[in-house]
């Protein structure tokens, strides 16, 4: 288990949550820590209530925890609509501002000790002080973020604005920070002492490499370090941080993005700059891929490589775009017309997305087929501090084939029947490669055909590249090895991961299996990873369990196999899984 | 094939039979095409035709040069993202206009405003030919034909050229199947042009519009190159839809799509700064730890 | 076992083929007769070779045999491209025209008696006659359809060209069947004599309210008569007839059609009209129904009832527009984003398309959700003769709520929390009514929300609309009684049940069960009507058994339970599916 | 409501309070709606308002006539499909630039030609609101205030009044939500308007382009209505973007699309004569047997 300390911070529009919220994330991180903060607002386009989520550890986490020990309200506009997404910890702080009125019943009734720091006070008592900076000196004394680390990376990001603003931000923390120690008694903080593995803010060190970034940006690295250099963009929320990023790098490694006029527009350029051989992506949510649907089904069946990273939300539908869903699996998978096996993967973490994605990236153009990869809100907005990725990033290798140019006497066969049914592919530019790639059923050369043995080879050949190509270890990721087992994908495996650590510390063994291939559905290396289990539970982000399904239609499962899931808005906690575990446990002893 | 060897318009076509049936207008297109490409000397390797759905679609299949076959309504983003792409190729979109002013409608409007370095040429029949005879935009309101519409789509024809005008088309003309060397001369001229080049081609359907064979009889080679958008707008104002030529072509092309292709340069370097800007050692405004 | 007689007319365009036949199978409905007509063209657009495909019996049949009986080539044009689709029973009757070149090897090394008859000469011979005349003689003569049936029809069809074309025709017709008749011997068509059961073909009687008729149309009318007021059409193939068919009936009935942009508006259309209140219906193939899938989503989050019937074709992306295959069942069940529970039907003959159809309308108005029908190219464009529907037909009946318009109090409740899921509905017109329909997430009052309680209450209440309603015996057709299983669906039906006859004609009983409902799965009627069944197979038309792992996700199927299918474009026929099922029943027997 | 009461503009708001930024145009374009819906007289139960995905596209919930809020850029298809099945009501499409003529440009230009009585009012802040402030097809091509075009989007501005004309609208007007009495009287011409009304509403985004705070010294109500497509297109060569009233009203509203409604008389002998054309009898040209 990792002991760790939540917070949240919450605030009006124009109050600064968010700032004050990531500059303890960065400081947390320049003191050593690791930990995440996501971002919660209101329906007001800007301007309405906003609450930053945050938890710092000194283990990698990258899942919220149960509940908050620390709230710190810069005043409670609107507290009501957080409720749900603000569970507080028996004795848990709360620090209210008494210039705010009354502790709103939804906080008031929940168990925590309630403490009043007159917030916007102390900041109108320092010359150019902000409410927030004396709200982030008190989070970060009371999170046991040292002061030393706050203050450099403040220092930092207030630089531009000038000595006076960097001074009076500095004295707001320092008000904050005594206001906080003094409410809640010198030396106490709620989580424990600063520990030795706390590095002194100042102090270089191997910590630094560590990444703080959240999964959009680690998508972006990602196709962009396996070699995508061509981005056609539509803004969807919350997939468009993706694109934004690459829009101010790929012309640093000469590629190009391109804003489309729509989805249908953005995934057929897509189509278009990798028929023409440069490795491309688009990136989207539900809405987007159900546009996208029939020209995926074209680079299927024209073979066209490209990834499109799909950032799930809340559906269906428009749904709820601001908030996390692992909804879109259904469409990811089975959403095309005819039969068109492609690929679909999902990162297990903010830390996998950068590799994730260069998976994504080096299969399309090996097997020379649309990959899908699903993100969601979670992964996507939340920024984290992780370990950047060990090993190398995958890259882009297409298979090549140029006719000898002389060779007159037959065209190009670009849907060459091959033994692992990959065929050889030209590319503009290369002479005596020409062919035309078409979505009509075709023969070997790329000619319309409606023979029959063409369109059952051709069906045939596609399935043949996808179902025997070796997809190696990343298929996904296995953890204990108890005789329950735990099967789940993207997002959720997170605090599935901390609800199986928790179930250990309990003694209870768990086997977990966290996929990162979801199709085709890696199954024998499934059914092997789960020998000898006894039961399994699989665990989800939505509404239908959609996993579940898909594993039923594809492989054996161990009976039982119970499915547990539920839709969004909420984060999946490691708790309730911890509690569904321990009920199949149950179920078992009493069954034995 | 070698750049030196010269080469004819019969070299830039396939062996492949079309199916269009024997006497429609998109022969005459294909014909007019390989002479254009002929004409200008280019590698076959370095052209590339995209299309949508439609019996003019079908047109890429019929050419020696690289060729992709879409769906339906979507070869200008195709093109689109591969001139964007690989900017020294010749890209050249193509369809019918049930595939480019119907379902493609969206995508031929920012394709003008985009102003990529490619040549869209529509086959207009007036009708959706494969599906067998429907109306299509450029159908006309009273054009009873078809079983979907049967007292005639009831609603005002399409007008490509003010519309491309409008949207922002740098070069603009008609053409018609009919008179191939006209219409190679106009698409040489397309082509050349750098950047957006829209050519409407009169192209009978024989099947489902025989009275279109009259065609010959009233197209006209009125249209002179205007260089001024408004005067091209006045033009249009007289139109009959049967004058033939380059309509406008505006003097200078419209800068490349958003930001400029920058030099690649060391890509592990650049991957490498980048992979920096997330580390925590960034957010202190030092450049890492390096023991 | 049907006694059946099967034939094929080929020949190039311009030869008139299609006539021919479409005359024949005309003229055998006025005799009594059952029957249908495939038609199969080679890739010229127009001109190119084409073969009439029909099959006739005394029975009613809805499904090709498994090889053909007689073969009349007006020419050999390109007769090979036919090869796979003509395989020709041993002993079968081919007539040559020797003026057309000799027998092409295609043909001459099947087994058949090859009979040259001069068609093109013996239409020439004939003032105004045509070589498709003579060919119907001949083939009417072999099929044994009666010559005044035959006469009838073509008197009846030709009256409008006047009477010396009438009467070429009538020529033609006796010098073909004198001919068929000398050459094969007289007396001795290969089928049985004349039985008592074919109808004098100047004689009424109640044959002749059969309806002859493709299932496009039987769709068009189904829809129609349930009370489908809207339609919004995008041409494609082989979907348009429907489109076509309303478009001439809708204005009879008041209703309206509009030829769309797109599908994308195709769609939106029928959802504001359906909003309106006023029933819709579009129709659609593949790469239409994949560019409906994001406002799919929105009627059934906004709860708008609209029914799209989707006519399948070969796969993926434009695959083959003209031919049949079952392969749009993954994206019309699992192809939406987010979670989007709707209904999936599908006919499961030619016959059934109306019933079908007019039950689709009813469902989504009841139900306040999109349904998608799901019929193919072989359903759709096989001119069939069959029964008129048994009993009445479904009609659309919507629950209309209208708030007191005095009860200002509260706004409409639009989305109301229902016992049985389906809430009050109202429609702009009615006073008091008005509410915003909504594809983000709502509260009961149709309000966008982020909350979890509105969020999961609206998803729950979705999916209980579609689970707990009583869906009655037309979820799927059961036939026969034995302890092997054929579960099957949509066009492969008809070849199933055919296969199931000729099992049991051999002394294998089988059990058949043919689902209607596709989606929701009808998990418990379908395990009801497999009690103690041994093995089953699933048979179905494409690739990768769609039907089959959409059934393993939803329910438990007998063990062992086989997945039989392949994909077009020849259809599935009867034969094959015995041998499937005969080599189960082996399996069985050699395990016992 | 009894359709005796006489509405005021506030009777036409609900109670939902808008998720607008304080001092959006879109408030003042609610605003001017409600004035023109009472000042007509309409009874709320005969208006619907449809709209697709966007700040602006939440408008229909702030009112309290029928509201459909779609998917982004499908306004117009729905409102067109409910245009034609319900001609007694009143149907208002809306939504943004971003909705309207991007992913939605399409619809744009076939409602134009299509002339469904139905008025479709853009509220054009010239950036994608809702999505944080992209380039929208009306920003100009040096706008640099989004992440994703750094550099501006670099393509020419969309000309919605242009496309308008040349597309086939009958009705064409622009308006400025800062001036909501103004903005309501176009409102209700347009609406008033038997056939399609298109009306752009120049509505700042007070957060992605707090430069649009000077649209109000910008803005000139220079239109007049002119009946002639001809002039209207002239008087549009020399517009700045910022002359606001109606610049185009086509005298006769264009027929309504295709085949008109018929009296649907009885039905059940209407589906019985449709039933018995299926029956074999019908081949031998007579009615069927009847015993
Ligand atoms: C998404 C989609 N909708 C509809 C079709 C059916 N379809 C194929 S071609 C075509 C119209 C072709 O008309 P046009 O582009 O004018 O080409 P033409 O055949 O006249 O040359 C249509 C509607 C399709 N293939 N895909
Ligand atoms: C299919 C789809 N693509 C993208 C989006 C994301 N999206 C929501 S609103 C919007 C643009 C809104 O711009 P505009 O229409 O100008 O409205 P504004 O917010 O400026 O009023 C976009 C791209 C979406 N909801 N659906
Ligand atoms: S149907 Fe018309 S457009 Fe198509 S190939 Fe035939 S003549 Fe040409
Ligand atoms: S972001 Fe702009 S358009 Fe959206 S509500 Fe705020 S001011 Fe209005
Ligand atoms: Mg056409
Ligand atoms: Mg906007």
Known sequence: ?592 | MSAAAVLKPKDYKSATRPVWCPGCGDFGVLNALTKALAGLGLAPEQVAVISGIGCSSRLPAYTSVYGFHGVHGRALPVATGLAVARPELTVIATGGDGDGFSIGGNHFLHACRRNANLTYLIMDNAVYGMTKGQASPTSAPDWAGSKLTPNGPGIAAFRPLEIALSAGAGFIARGFSGDPNGLARQLAEAISYPGFAFLQVLSPCITYRPEQMEYKALVSAGFEPLADRNEAFRRLLTDDGFTTGVLFRAPVAAPAPADARQAAGDEAAALDALAREFTAARLRGDGGYEP
């Not at chain 1, 428009?318 to 469409?331: F, R």
């Not at chain 1, 890696?522 to 369990?545: I, Q, T």
């Open chain 1, 1 to 592: 288990m990792t002991p760790s300390f939540s917070l949240a911070l919450t605030g009006s529009g124009g109050a600064g949550v968010m700032t004050a919220g990531q500059l303890l994330l960065d400081a947390a991180a320049l003191a050593g820590r690791y930990g995440l903060m996501a971002r919660s607002f209101g329906p007001q386009i800007r301007g309405g209530e906003a609450a930053a989520l945050l938890r710092l550890a000194r283990r990698p986490v990258e899942c919220p925890d149960d509940d908050y020990d620390l709230l710190v309200a810069l005043d409670w506009g609107n507290i009501e609509r957080f409720a749900d997404e603000l569970p507080l910890a028996a004795g848990a702080v709360i620090i209210a501002d008494p210039g705010q009125g009354g502790v709103p019943e939804v906080i008031a009734t929940q168990a925590g000790r309630i403490h009043e720091i007159a917030i916007s006070q102390l900041a109108r008592d320092i010359p150019g002080g902000r409410p927030n900076m004396v709200a982030l000196g008190i989070a970060a004394a009371l999170a046991d973020v040292p002061g030393g680390a706050v203050e450099t990376r403040v220092r930092q990001a207030l630089a531009r604005h000038g000595d006076e603003s960097v001074a009076a931000a500095i004295a707001c923390l320092a008000a904050g920070r005594a206001a906080a120690l003094e409410v809640t008694g010198h030396g106490d903080p709620p989580s424990a002492a600063p520990s030795e593995d706390t590095v002194d803010a100042g102090a270089p060190g191997p910590h630094l490499d560590r990444w703080v970034l959240n999964g959009n940006e680690a998508t972006g690295f990602g196709a962009l370090a396996a070699g995508v250099r061509f981005c056609a963009a539509y803004p969807i929320t919350p997939a468009t941080e993706i694109l934004e990023w690459l829009a101010g790098r790929l012309p640093r490694v000469g590629g190009r993005l391109v804003q489309a006029e729509d989805e249908l527009a953005s995934i057929n350029m897509c189509i278009g700059a990798s028929f023409g051989g440069v490795p491309a992506l688009t990136a989207t949510a539900g809405p987007g891929l159900s546009l996208m649907i029939e020209s995926l089904g074209l680079a299927v069946a024209a073979e066209v490589p490209l990834v499109v990273a799909n950032v799930m939300r809340g559906g269906p539908s428009t749904g709820i775009p601001t908030k996390s869903e692992q909804t879109d699996l259904n469409i990811a998978v089975y959403g095309l017309h005819g039969e068109a096996p492609h690929v679909v993967v999902a990162p297990t973490g903010v830390g996998d997305c950068a590799p994730t994605a260069a998976w994504a990236v080096s299969l399309a153009e090996t097997l020379q087929t649309p990959v899908i990869l699903l993100s969601d809100q979670a992964l996507g907005q939340t920024r984290t501090i992780v370990d950047p990725p060990g090993g190398e990033l995958a890259r882009a290798g297409r298979r090549r084939y140029v006719a000898r140019h002389d060779d007159s006497t037959e065209t190009y066969r670009r849907y060459a029947m091959t033994a692992d049914g990959i065929s050889p592919m030209s590319c503009p530019g290369l002479p005596g490669g020409q062919y035309t790639a078409d979505g009509l059923t075709h023969t070997e050369h790329g000619i319309p055909s409606t023979r029959a043995e063409d369109h059952v080879g051709q069906l045939d050949k596609r399935r043949r590249k996808l179902e025997e190509y070796d997809y190696g270890p990343l298929w996904g990721d296995l953890h204990g090895a108890g005789d329950i087992a735990v099967i789940t994908w993207g997002s959720a495996t997170q605090p599935v991961r901390e609800a199986c650590q928790r179930a250990e510390a309990c003694g209870l063994a768990v086997r977990l299996v966290a996929l990162r291939l979801l199709s085709p559905v890696p199954a024998s290396e499934l059914e092997a990873a789960l020998g000898g289990v006894r039961a399994c539970l699989v665990v989800e982000h939505n509404h239908s369990g959609q996993l579940y399904r898909h594993l039923r239609a594809w492989t054996e499962l161990p009976h039982p196999t119970l499915a547990w899931h539920r839709p969004g808005p909420l984060p999946l906690r490691p708790g309730e899984i911890l509690g569904a575990l321990q009920g199949l446990h149950a179920q078992l002893e009493a069954a034995a």
